[in-house]
Protein backbone atom coordinates (compact mmCIF):
# COMPACT_ATOMS: atom_id res chain seq x y z
CA UNK A 1 0.00 0.00 0.00
CA UNK A 2 3.04 2.36 0.62
CA UNK A 3 4.84 1.84 -2.45
CA UNK A 4 1.18 2.23 -4.15
CA UNK A 5 0.99 5.69 -2.43
CA UNK A 6 4.21 6.76 -3.57
CA UNK A 7 3.72 5.75 -7.15
CA UNK A 8 0.94 7.37 -6.89
CA UNK A 9 2.52 10.53 -6.14
CA UNK A 10 5.16 10.58 -8.52
CA UNK A 11 2.74 9.98 -11.29
CA UNK A 12 0.70 13.03 -10.30
CA UNK A 13 3.86 14.64 -10.37
CA UNK A 14 4.37 13.95 -13.73
CA UNK A 15 1.01 14.99 -14.84
CA UNK A 16 2.11 18.38 -13.36
CA UNK A 17 4.98 18.54 -15.19
CA UNK A 18 3.34 17.91 -18.34
CA UNK A 19 1.05 20.60 -17.69
CA UNK A 20 3.46 23.00 -16.89
CA UNK A 21 5.52 22.26 -19.65
CA UNK A 22 2.38 22.43 -22.04
CA UNK A 23 1.26 25.75 -20.67
CA UNK A 24 4.50 27.38 -20.48
CA UNK A 25 4.53 27.17 -24.69
CA UNK A 26 1.77 28.79 -25.00
CA UNK A 27 1.97 32.44 -24.79
CA UNK A 28 -0.63 35.34 -23.64
CA UNK A 29 -2.46 36.83 -25.85
CA UNK A 30 -3.51 40.32 -25.76
CA UNK A 31 -5.99 41.86 -28.24
CA UNK A 32 -4.46 45.36 -29.24
CA UNK A 33 -7.29 47.71 -30.13
CA UNK A 34 -4.90 50.57 -30.97
CA UNK A 35 -3.53 48.35 -33.44
CA UNK A 36 -6.98 46.97 -34.90
CA UNK A 37 -9.83 48.02 -37.25
CA UNK A 38 -13.24 46.00 -37.56
CA UNK A 39 -16.29 46.77 -38.62
CA UNK A 40 -19.24 47.84 -38.45
CA UNK A 41 -17.99 51.53 -37.93
CA UNK A 42 -14.70 51.12 -38.95
CA UNK A 43 -14.32 54.51 -40.55
CA UNK A 44 -16.21 57.67 -38.52
CA UNK A 45 -18.19 60.12 -39.67
CA UNK A 46 -15.49 62.05 -40.66
CA UNK A 47 -14.27 59.44 -42.88
CA UNK A 48 -11.17 58.96 -40.44
CA UNK A 49 -10.28 55.39 -38.91
CA UNK A 50 -9.54 55.73 -35.40
CA UNK A 51 -5.64 54.61 -34.43
CA UNK A 52 -4.47 54.52 -38.22
CA UNK A 53 -4.37 57.37 -40.84
CA UNK A 54 -4.86 56.40 -44.40
CA UNK A 55 -4.26 58.13 -48.45
CA UNK A 56 -3.38 58.03 -51.74
CA UNK A 57 -6.21 56.18 -53.46
CA UNK A 58 -7.71 54.18 -50.07
CA UNK A 59 -11.20 55.34 -49.26
CA UNK A 60 -12.40 53.78 -45.29
CA UNK A 61 -15.79 53.60 -44.82
CA UNK A 62 -17.68 51.70 -41.80
CA UNK A 63 -17.57 48.30 -42.81
CA UNK A 64 -14.38 48.16 -44.77
CA UNK A 65 -10.98 49.96 -46.30
CA UNK A 66 -10.93 49.69 -50.09
CA UNK A 67 -7.04 50.19 -50.11
CA UNK A 68 -6.67 50.13 -54.08
CA UNK A 69 -10.03 50.24 -55.85
CA UNK A 70 -10.95 48.23 -59.01
CA UNK A 71 -9.52 51.26 -61.04
CA UNK A 72 -6.11 51.32 -63.46
CA UNK A 73 -3.03 52.50 -61.95
CA UNK A 74 -4.43 52.99 -58.50
CA UNK A 75 -1.98 53.02 -55.35
CA UNK A 76 -3.25 52.97 -51.42
CA UNK A 77 -1.99 52.86 -47.77
CA UNK A 78 -3.27 52.39 -44.69
CA UNK A 79 -0.55 52.84 -41.57
CA UNK A 80 -0.99 52.61 -38.17
CA UNK A 81 -0.37 55.43 -36.17
CA UNK A 82 1.69 54.52 -32.94
CA UNK A 83 4.88 52.39 -33.24
CA UNK A 84 4.38 48.29 -31.93
CA UNK A 85 5.55 48.85 -28.39
CA UNK A 86 5.28 44.64 -28.02
CA UNK A 87 8.43 42.19 -29.27
CA UNK A 88 6.17 39.58 -30.36
CA UNK A 89 2.33 39.73 -32.35
CA UNK A 90 -0.06 37.99 -34.29
CA UNK A 91 -2.13 40.07 -37.04
CA UNK A 92 -5.10 38.26 -38.50
CA UNK A 93 -5.96 40.30 -41.65
CA UNK A 94 -9.18 39.71 -43.10
CA UNK A 95 -9.55 40.96 -46.96
CA UNK A 96 -11.12 40.30 -50.32
CA UNK A 97 -9.58 40.38 -53.60
CA UNK A 98 -12.25 40.98 -56.39
CA UNK A 99 -12.22 41.80 -60.38
CA UNK A 100 -14.26 41.00 -63.00
CA UNK A 101 -11.58 39.64 -64.66
CA UNK A 102 -10.00 35.85 -65.28
CA UNK A 103 -6.70 37.63 -64.10
CA UNK A 104 -6.24 40.59 -61.89
CA UNK A 105 -3.61 43.34 -60.64
CA UNK A 106 -1.46 44.01 -58.87
CA UNK A 107 -1.96 42.76 -55.87
CA UNK A 108 -1.73 43.56 -51.61
CA UNK A 109 0.45 44.15 -49.00
CA UNK A 110 0.84 43.47 -45.58
CA UNK A 111 3.51 45.14 -43.83
CA UNK A 112 5.82 46.03 -40.39
CA UNK A 113 8.54 48.63 -41.08
CA UNK A 114 10.65 50.79 -38.93
CA UNK A 115 8.64 53.36 -40.29
CA UNK A 116 5.65 54.10 -42.15
CA UNK A 117 6.16 53.73 -46.14
CA UNK A 118 4.69 56.43 -48.73
CA UNK A 119 1.07 55.96 -50.02
CA UNK A 120 1.87 56.32 -53.68
CA UNK A 121 4.96 53.60 -53.56
CA UNK A 122 6.17 51.01 -56.18
CA UNK A 123 5.64 48.14 -54.09
CA UNK A 124 2.36 47.20 -53.98
CA UNK A 125 1.31 50.92 -53.26
CA UNK A 126 4.05 51.41 -50.78
CA UNK A 127 7.49 52.24 -50.40
CA UNK A 128 10.54 50.09 -51.97
CA UNK A 129 14.02 49.59 -49.85
CA UNK A 130 11.78 49.41 -46.92
CA UNK A 131 13.30 47.62 -43.45
CA UNK A 132 11.19 44.95 -42.05
CA UNK A 133 8.98 42.88 -43.21
CA UNK A 134 6.15 42.63 -46.15
CA UNK A 135 3.98 39.78 -47.04
CA UNK A 136 2.89 39.95 -50.53
CA UNK A 137 -0.16 39.21 -52.00
CA UNK A 138 0.69 39.08 -55.37
CA UNK A 139 -1.79 38.58 -58.03
CA UNK A 140 -0.17 39.50 -61.37
CA UNK A 141 2.00 37.23 -63.19
CA UNK A 142 5.32 39.41 -64.21
CA UNK A 143 7.57 36.85 -64.77
CA UNK A 144 4.88 34.41 -66.56
CA UNK A 145 5.63 31.49 -64.79
CA UNK A 146 2.22 30.97 -64.35
CA UNK A 147 2.42 30.90 -60.19
CA UNK A 148 0.18 33.61 -59.56
CA UNK A 149 -1.29 34.38 -57.28
CA UNK A 150 1.30 33.90 -54.85
CA UNK A 151 1.86 34.55 -51.28
CA UNK A 152 5.44 35.32 -50.27
CA UNK A 153 7.66 37.01 -46.84
CA UNK A 154 10.18 39.16 -48.24
CA UNK A 155 12.42 40.72 -45.24
CA UNK A 156 14.57 43.52 -46.42
CA UNK A 157 17.11 46.18 -44.60
CA UNK A 158 16.22 49.16 -45.69
CA UNK A 159 18.77 48.40 -49.33
CA UNK A 160 17.34 45.81 -51.51
CA UNK A 161 14.82 47.06 -54.75
CA UNK A 162 11.72 44.70 -54.83
CA UNK A 163 12.43 42.42 -58.33
CA UNK A 164 8.89 43.10 -59.87
CA UNK A 165 9.91 41.42 -63.17
CA UNK A 166 10.54 38.29 -61.35
CA UNK A 167 7.85 38.43 -58.84
CA UNK A 168 10.37 39.25 -55.91
CA UNK A 169 11.37 34.77 -56.41
CA UNK A 170 14.78 35.68 -56.02
CA UNK A 171 14.36 38.08 -52.98
CA UNK A 172 11.73 36.00 -50.77
CA UNK A 173 12.34 34.46 -47.32
CA UNK A 174 9.00 31.56 -47.76
CA UNK A 175 6.19 31.14 -50.11
CA UNK A 176 2.88 29.50 -51.19
CA UNK A 177 1.07 29.43 -54.01
CA UNK A 178 -2.73 30.28 -53.20
CA UNK A 179 -5.52 31.66 -55.09
CA UNK A 180 -7.41 34.42 -52.77
CA UNK A 181 -8.82 35.96 -55.92
CA UNK A 182 -12.85 36.50 -56.10
CA UNK A 183 -13.49 33.75 -53.09
CA UNK A 184 -17.20 33.47 -52.19
CA UNK A 185 -16.30 34.37 -48.44
CA UNK A 186 -13.78 36.90 -47.17
CA UNK A 187 -10.06 35.41 -46.96
CA UNK A 188 -7.91 35.88 -44.04
CA UNK A 189 -3.73 35.48 -43.38
CA UNK A 190 -2.62 34.87 -40.10
CA UNK A 191 0.59 36.49 -39.67
CA UNK A 192 2.46 35.43 -36.35
CA UNK A 193 6.05 36.56 -35.31
CA UNK A 194 6.59 35.18 -31.76
CA UNK A 195 10.18 34.23 -30.58
CA UNK A 196 11.56 35.28 -33.71
CA UNK A 197 9.47 33.05 -35.87
CA UNK A 198 7.52 34.27 -38.29
CA UNK A 199 4.27 32.01 -39.57
CA UNK A 200 2.09 32.70 -41.68
CA UNK A 201 -1.72 30.74 -42.01
CA UNK A 202 -3.62 31.20 -44.71
CA UNK A 203 -7.45 30.85 -45.27
CA UNK A 204 -8.92 30.36 -48.75
CA UNK A 205 -12.09 31.61 -48.58
CA UNK A 206 -14.29 28.74 -49.32
CA UNK A 207 -16.23 28.34 -46.11
CA UNK A 208 -16.75 30.87 -43.73
CA UNK A 209 -15.40 28.77 -40.82
CA UNK A 210 -12.59 30.49 -39.27
CA UNK A 211 -11.12 27.07 -38.63
CA UNK A 212 -9.93 26.28 -42.01
CA UNK A 213 -6.57 28.05 -41.34
CA UNK A 214 -3.54 26.17 -43.40
CA UNK A 215 0.16 26.66 -43.13
CA UNK A 216 1.34 29.03 -45.86
CA UNK A 217 4.84 28.75 -44.49
CA UNK A 218 7.52 29.18 -41.35
CA UNK A 219 10.63 30.55 -41.55
CA UNK A 220 12.82 30.80 -38.12
CA UNK A 221 15.64 33.22 -36.65
CA UNK A 222 13.57 36.56 -38.24
CA UNK A 223 15.05 39.33 -36.32
CA UNK A 224 12.71 42.30 -36.99
CA UNK A 225 13.35 46.29 -36.06
CA UNK A 226 12.05 46.94 -32.65
CA UNK A 227 8.85 49.97 -32.83
CA UNK A 228 8.04 49.43 -36.14
CA UNK A 229 4.69 50.00 -38.43
CA UNK A 230 1.53 47.96 -38.99
CA UNK A 231 0.43 48.81 -42.91
CA UNK A 232 -1.48 47.53 -45.56
CA UNK A 233 -1.51 48.83 -48.75
CA UNK A 234 -2.74 47.78 -52.20
CA UNK A 235 -2.09 48.63 -55.90
CA UNK A 236 -3.61 48.02 -59.35
CA UNK A 237 -1.65 48.46 -62.67
CA UNK A 238 -3.14 47.74 -66.25
CA UNK A 239 -5.52 45.49 -64.71
CA UNK A 240 -7.47 46.18 -61.55
CA UNK A 241 -9.01 44.55 -58.89
CA UNK A 242 -10.87 46.49 -55.97
CA UNK A 243 -8.88 45.53 -52.46
CA UNK A 244 -10.78 45.61 -49.55
CA UNK A 245 -9.50 44.99 -46.16
CA UNK A 246 -12.59 44.57 -43.30
CA UNK A 247 -10.61 43.30 -40.41
CA UNK A 248 -7.23 44.55 -39.26
CA UNK A 249 -6.71 42.40 -35.61
CA UNK A 250 -3.84 42.75 -33.45
CA UNK A 251 -2.72 40.39 -30.85
CA UNK A 252 0.52 41.11 -28.73
CA UNK A 253 2.08 37.58 -27.42
CA UNK A 254 3.95 37.29 -24.41
CA UNK A 255 6.26 34.52 -22.87
CA UNK A 256 4.55 32.99 -20.29
CA UNK A 257 5.74 34.21 -16.87
CA UNK A 258 6.76 37.44 -18.59
CA UNK A 259 5.50 40.94 -18.11
CA UNK A 260 4.88 43.58 -20.76
CA UNK A 261 8.32 45.54 -21.30
CA UNK A 262 7.47 48.60 -20.29
CA UNK A 263 6.82 47.42 -16.83
CA UNK A 264 4.38 47.47 -14.51
CA UNK A 265 4.90 50.92 -12.74
CA UNK A 266 4.07 53.08 -15.92
CA UNK A 267 1.18 50.32 -16.43
CA UNK A 268 -0.84 51.81 -13.59
CA UNK A 269 -0.88 55.27 -15.14
CA UNK A 270 -1.09 54.22 -18.72
CA UNK A 271 -4.10 51.61 -17.94
CA UNK A 272 -5.98 54.34 -16.65
CA UNK A 273 -5.24 56.65 -19.36
CA UNK A 274 -5.81 53.39 -21.82
CA UNK A 275 -9.00 52.44 -20.07
CA UNK A 276 -10.80 56.35 -20.48
CA UNK A 277 -9.15 56.40 -23.97
CA UNK A 278 -11.12 53.21 -24.64
CA UNK A 279 -14.46 54.62 -22.81
CA UNK A 280 -14.00 57.70 -24.75
CA UNK A 281 -13.83 56.28 -28.16
CA UNK A 282 -16.97 53.60 -27.25
CA UNK A 283 -19.11 56.84 -26.33
CA UNK A 284 -18.02 58.40 -29.51
CA UNK A 285 -18.99 55.39 -31.24
CA UNK A 286 -22.33 55.24 -29.43
CA UNK A 287 -22.74 59.06 -29.83
CA UNK A 288 -22.39 58.47 -33.81
CA UNK A 289 -25.00 55.75 -33.61
CA UNK A 290 -27.60 57.91 -32.15
CA UNK A 291 -26.84 60.70 -34.68
CA UNK A 292 -26.83 58.30 -37.60
CA UNK A 293 -30.86 56.99 -36.16
CA UNK A 294 -31.70 60.75 -35.51
CA UNK A 295 -30.64 61.76 -39.01
CA UNK A 296 -32.01 58.32 -40.61
CA UNK A 297 -35.06 58.00 -39.06
CA UNK A 298 -37.57 55.47 -40.68
CA UNK A 299 -36.10 54.43 -44.19
CA UNK A 300 -33.59 53.30 -42.75
CA UNK A 301 -34.75 50.75 -40.26
CA UNK A 302 -37.43 49.77 -43.04
CA UNK A 303 -34.29 49.40 -45.45
CA UNK A 304 -32.36 47.38 -42.47
CA UNK A 305 -35.45 45.08 -41.98
CA UNK A 306 -36.16 44.53 -45.50
CA UNK A 307 -32.99 43.32 -46.07
CA UNK A 308 -32.60 41.63 -43.15
CA UNK A 309 -35.83 39.30 -43.99
CA UNK A 310 -35.51 38.89 -48.03
CA UNK A 311 -33.29 37.51 -49.91
CA UNK A 312 -33.56 37.80 -53.98
CA UNK A 313 -33.84 34.20 -55.69
CA UNK A 314 -30.38 35.01 -56.92
CA UNK A 315 -29.24 35.39 -53.63
CA UNK A 316 -30.67 32.35 -51.95
CA UNK A 317 -29.36 29.94 -54.81
CA UNK A 318 -26.13 31.62 -54.48
CA UNK A 319 -26.23 30.84 -50.71
CA UNK A 320 -27.33 27.20 -51.14
CA UNK A 321 -24.56 26.76 -53.62
CA UNK A 322 -21.58 28.08 -51.38
CA UNK A 323 -23.61 26.15 -48.42
CA UNK A 324 -23.13 22.64 -50.24
CA UNK A 325 -19.92 23.50 -51.65
CA UNK A 326 -18.85 23.97 -48.07
CA UNK A 327 -20.30 21.07 -46.91
CA UNK A 328 -18.38 19.20 -49.92
CA UNK A 329 -15.03 20.52 -48.58
CA UNK A 330 -15.90 19.27 -45.36
CA UNK A 331 -16.08 15.89 -46.53
CA UNK A 332 -13.51 16.24 -49.10
CA UNK A 333 -10.99 17.47 -46.63
CA UNK A 334 -12.47 14.68 -43.96
CA UNK A 335 -11.96 12.12 -47.19
CA UNK A 336 -8.03 13.57 -47.77
CA UNK A 337 -7.05 13.35 -43.81
CA UNK A 338 -8.23 9.65 -44.07
CA UNK A 339 -6.81 9.07 -47.13
CA UNK A 340 -3.57 10.19 -45.30
CA UNK A 341 -3.94 8.42 -42.87
CA UNK A 342 -4.42 5.40 -44.83
CA UNK A 343 -1.31 6.15 -46.70
CA UNK A 344 0.39 6.55 -43.88
CA UNK A 345 -0.14 3.19 -42.03
CA UNK A 346 0.49 1.57 -45.56
CA UNK A 347 4.30 2.83 -45.55
CA UNK A 348 4.41 2.30 -41.78
CA UNK A 349 3.53 -1.41 -42.73
CA UNK A 350 5.42 -1.55 -45.63
CA UNK A 351 8.34 -0.32 -43.69
CA UNK A 352 7.92 -2.92 -40.81
CA UNK A 353 7.67 -5.62 -43.44
CA UNK A 354 10.87 -4.97 -44.97
CA UNK A 355 12.09 -4.98 -41.31
CA UNK A 356 10.77 -8.24 -40.78
CA UNK A 357 12.22 -9.30 -44.18
CA UNK A 358 15.80 -8.29 -43.28
CA UNK A 359 15.29 -9.66 -39.78
CA UNK A 360 14.61 -13.19 -41.60
CA UNK A 361 17.82 -13.06 -43.23
CA UNK A 362 19.87 -11.87 -40.27
CA UNK A 363 17.93 -14.00 -37.71
CA UNK A 364 20.30 -15.52 -35.85
CA UNK A 365 23.31 -12.94 -35.64
CA UNK A 366 20.07 -9.87 -35.86
CA UNK A 367 18.13 -8.54 -32.66
CA UNK A 368 16.18 -11.49 -31.31
CA UNK A 369 14.50 -8.26 -29.18
CA UNK A 370 13.32 -6.21 -31.95
CA UNK A 371 12.04 -9.24 -34.05
CA UNK A 372 9.93 -10.46 -31.23
CA UNK A 373 8.61 -6.99 -30.76
CA UNK A 374 7.81 -6.63 -34.34
CA UNK A 375 5.73 -9.96 -34.73
CA UNK A 376 3.84 -8.97 -31.58
CA UNK A 377 2.95 -5.56 -32.41
CA UNK A 378 1.84 -6.60 -35.78
CA UNK A 379 0.94 -10.17 -37.01
CA UNK A 380 0.28 -12.28 -33.30
CA UNK A 381 -3.51 -12.30 -33.64
CA UNK A 382 -3.42 -12.71 -37.47
CA UNK A 383 -0.95 -15.69 -37.60
CA UNK A 384 -3.46 -17.23 -34.25
CA UNK A 385 -6.42 -16.91 -36.68
CA UNK A 386 -5.03 -18.66 -39.23
CA UNK A 387 -3.47 -21.72 -37.39
CA UNK A 388 -7.18 -21.47 -35.86
CA UNK A 389 -8.67 -21.72 -38.95
CA UNK A 390 -6.53 -24.76 -40.59
CA UNK A 391 -6.71 -26.72 -36.92
CA UNK A 392 -10.18 -26.55 -38.27
CA UNK A 393 -9.82 -27.32 -41.50
CA UNK A 394 -7.73 -30.26 -40.66
CA UNK A 395 -10.45 -31.57 -38.19
CA UNK A 396 -13.10 -31.25 -40.69
CA UNK A 397 -10.96 -32.96 -43.37
CA UNK A 398 -9.75 -36.56 -40.90
CA UNK A 399 -13.66 -36.22 -40.12
CA UNK A 400 -14.75 -36.76 -43.79
CA UNK A 401 -12.02 -39.27 -44.25
CA UNK A 402 -13.59 -41.62 -41.58
CA UNK A 403 -16.79 -40.97 -42.77
CA UNK A 404 -16.17 -41.87 -46.19
CA UNK A 405 -14.19 -45.07 -45.22
CA UNK A 406 -17.33 -46.04 -43.16
CA UNK A 407 -19.65 -45.25 -46.39
CA UNK A 408 -17.10 -47.13 -48.36
CA UNK A 409 -16.98 -50.37 -45.96
CA UNK A 410 -20.81 -50.29 -45.98
CA UNK A 411 -21.59 -50.01 -49.28
CA UNK A 412 -19.01 -52.95 -50.11
CA UNK A 413 -20.86 -54.92 -47.33
CA UNK A 414 -24.19 -54.17 -49.12
CA UNK A 415 -22.94 -54.94 -52.34
CA UNK A 416 -21.49 -58.22 -51.15
CA UNK A 417 -24.80 -59.13 -49.04
CA UNK A 418 -26.63 -58.33 -52.48
CA UNK A 419 -24.19 -60.42 -54.24
CA UNK A 420 -24.33 -63.84 -51.81
CA UNK A 421 -28.09 -63.68 -51.24
CA UNK A 422 -29.39 -65.24 -53.92
CA UNK A 423 -26.77 -67.07 -54.88
CA UNK A 424 -26.83 -68.99 -51.43
CA UNK A 425 -30.16 -70.22 -52.40
CA UNK A 426 -29.70 -71.32 -55.83
CA UNK A 427 -26.69 -73.02 -54.64
CA UNK A 428 -28.36 -75.03 -51.79
CA UNK A 429 -30.57 -76.50 -54.18
CA UNK A 430 -28.26 -76.97 -56.76
CA UNK A 431 -26.12 -78.72 -54.23
CA UNK A 432 -28.58 -81.44 -53.37
CA UNK A 433 -28.97 -81.75 -56.80
CA UNK A 434 -25.64 -82.48 -57.74
CA UNK A 435 -25.18 -84.17 -54.54
CA UNK A 436 -27.89 -86.43 -54.89
CA UNK A 437 -26.88 -87.20 -59.08
CA UNK A 438 -23.18 -87.61 -57.79
CA UNK A 439 -24.72 -90.16 -55.43
CA UNK A 440 -26.97 -91.71 -57.82
CA UNK A 441 -22.99 -91.90 -60.15
CA UNK A 442 -21.58 -93.70 -57.12
CA UNK A 443 -24.17 -96.02 -56.53
CA UNK A 444 -24.23 -96.56 -60.82
CA UNK A 445 -20.67 -96.93 -60.47
CA UNK A 446 -20.32 -99.72 -57.56
CA UNK A 447 -23.12 -101.60 -59.28
CA UNK A 448 -21.62 -101.64 -62.68
CA UNK A 449 -18.21 -102.72 -60.76
CA UNK A 450 -20.10 -105.47 -59.35
CA UNK A 451 -21.78 -106.45 -62.74
CA UNK A 452 -17.96 -106.61 -64.12
CA UNK A 453 -17.25 -108.76 -61.08
CA UNK A 454 -20.10 -110.87 -61.66
CA UNK A 455 -19.35 -111.24 -65.13
CA UNK A 456 -16.09 -112.36 -65.13
CA UNK A 457 -17.25 -115.04 -62.39
CA UNK A 458 -19.81 -115.87 -64.85
CA UNK A 459 -17.21 -116.04 -67.66
CA UNK A 460 -14.68 -118.24 -65.56
CA UNK A 461 -16.55 -120.93 -65.45
CA UNK A 462 -20.61 -122.22 -64.19
CA UNK A 463 -19.22 -124.84 -62.55
CA UNK A 464 -17.93 -122.05 -59.64
CA UNK A 465 -21.45 -121.37 -59.35
CA UNK A 466 -24.83 -123.22 -58.65
CA UNK A 467 -27.46 -122.41 -61.32
CA UNK A 468 -30.18 -122.10 -59.25
CA UNK A 469 -28.45 -119.67 -57.18
CA UNK A 470 -26.75 -117.63 -59.36
CA UNK A 471 -27.73 -114.19 -60.13
CA UNK A 472 -29.23 -113.59 -63.75
CA UNK A 473 -28.74 -110.61 -65.93
CA UNK A 474 -32.59 -110.17 -66.27
CA UNK A 475 -32.78 -110.04 -62.02
CA UNK A 476 -29.86 -107.99 -62.04
CA UNK A 477 -31.46 -104.73 -64.31
CA UNK A 478 -34.67 -105.38 -62.25
CA UNK A 479 -32.92 -104.91 -59.44
CA UNK A 480 -31.14 -101.70 -60.49
CA UNK A 481 -34.78 -100.26 -61.93
CA UNK A 482 -36.10 -100.75 -58.81
CA UNK A 483 -33.35 -99.01 -57.04
CA UNK A 484 -33.49 -96.27 -59.29
CA UNK A 485 -37.23 -95.69 -58.87
CA UNK A 486 -36.77 -95.76 -54.86
CA UNK A 487 -34.02 -92.66 -55.21
CA UNK A 488 -36.09 -90.81 -57.74
CA UNK A 489 -39.25 -91.28 -55.87
CA UNK A 490 -37.01 -90.38 -52.61
CA UNK A 491 -35.53 -87.12 -53.99
CA UNK A 492 -38.87 -86.14 -55.39
CA UNK A 493 -40.03 -86.51 -52.36
CA UNK A 494 -37.96 -84.06 -50.36
CA UNK A 495 -38.26 -81.39 -53.21
CA UNK A 496 -41.18 -81.62 -52.60
CA UNK A 497 -41.30 -81.51 -48.63
CA UNK A 498 -38.51 -78.21 -48.93
CA UNK A 499 -40.61 -76.26 -51.60
CA UNK A 500 -44.04 -76.64 -49.06
CA UNK A 501 -41.59 -75.73 -46.40
CA UNK A 502 -40.41 -72.28 -47.89
CA UNK A 503 -44.07 -71.66 -48.83
CA UNK A 504 -44.71 -71.81 -45.13
CA UNK A 505 -42.00 -69.04 -44.40
CA1 LIG B 1 3.56 40.29 -59.56
CA1 LIG C 1 4.97 34.86 -61.22
Redesign the pocket.
Known amino acids: MKMAAEVRWLLIFHVFLVIASVLGEIPHRKFEYKYSFKPPYLAQKDGGVPFWEYGGNAIASAENVRVAPSLRSQKGAIWVKQPVLFDWWEVELIFRVTGRGRIG ?3 LAFWYTSSKGAYNGTVFGSSDQWNGLGI ?1 F ?6 NKHN ?1 P ?1 IMGVINDGTKTFD ?1 TN ?2 MTQLSAGCLRDFRNKPFATRAKVEYYQNTLTVLFHNGMTNNEQDYEMCFRVENVVLPKGGFFGVSAATGGLADDHDVSHFLTHSLFPPGQLRPDGQKVSLEEQQKLSQEYLDYQKKLEQQKEEYRRDHPEERREREEFEEYFETDNQRELRQIFSGQSQMFDALRELNRKLDEIVGRQERSLSLISQLQLGGVQATGGQPGQQVQLIDTIRRQEVDTLLGNQNVIINTAREIKSFVNEVYSKTDTILNNQARAPTAQVQQMGYDYHSLISEMRDGLNTLKRDVGQMNTKVGSGSTDCPTTNCLTTTMFLLFVAIQMVILLGYSLYRDNKEAQAKKLY
Open positions: ADGFDSFDNDNYHDG
